[in-house]
């Protein structure tokens, strides 16, 4: 089993970059995950997918963010990111890492105009 935290959230400007990590910790390699994904959840609206990575490195991304959002991993430190460049307003959600079936708790991203 494994467990997640994510951590990078906060209040930003809209413009600036912001990389969220997610930090693995128990029985799991992320390196052997059948996939890391980025999920987001904004205000009155459903979960929705970002990004995922799989274990061959492949990345894929939701249409929409295809451009300013990059996944990566760090597996020596059983890590993963998702960097956001130029953060806009419609950016604002709780982001929530995935590995497998085990989600981790969120981060809450505020972007201010």
């Known amino acids: 089993q494994v467990q997640l935290a994510e951590s990078g959230g906060g209040l930003v400007q809209a413009g600036d970059s912001l990389t969220l990590a997610c930090a693995a910790s128990?029985?799991?390699?992320?390196?052997?995950?059948?996939?890391l994904r980025w999920f987001r959840q904004a205000p009155g609206k459903e979960r929705e997918w970002v990004a995922q990575m799989l274990p061959s490195g492949a990345t894929y991304y939701k249409d929409a963010m295809k451009g300013r959002f990059t996944i990566s991993r760090d597996v020596a430190n059983n890590r993963f990111f998702l960097y956001i460049a130029s953060v806009q307003p419609e950016d604002t959600a709780v982001y929530y890492c995935?590995?497998?079936?085990?989600w981790g708790q969120g981060t809450q991203v505020t972007v201010s105009s």
């Open positions: 995935k590995v497998n079936s085990t």
């Open positions: 128990g029985r799991t390699s992320i390196g052997s995950a059948l996939a």
